[in-house]
């Protein structure tokens, strides 16, 4: 007598991506860019040498991926990180933040050991 098993179905595992755009910098990433012509493909965050500190943290909208680049989706919203900024970048949160004082993206990071006095830059 033969017995028939049927595998149960795999579920693929998702994984949590290494940053995460709030709701409301999502929004505003898209606000933004719909006054761009052309529209672009997508938005790149990076973090390059500079400040008082070390580093900042960098936006601007692309057209492309970078060859090396990995591409991460946030509600349609394609988001560029090259892999030397992924490292800087990984268990980052980037919000939108109105204040009477103030509007702007605000990235927490946990990698972060200091900042400078005026908090544009980083060290780690």
Known sequence: MATTTTAAPTQETVKKPPLVLSPAAIAKVREIMATQ???PAGLRIGVVGGGCSGFQYSMAFENQAGMMDKVFNFDDLKVFVDATSLMYLNGCTVD???TLEAAGFKFEN???KSTCGCGSSFNV
């Open 37 to 39: 012509d052309p529209l």
């Open 110 to 112: 946990p990698q972060v």
């Open 96 to 98: 939108y933040v109105e």
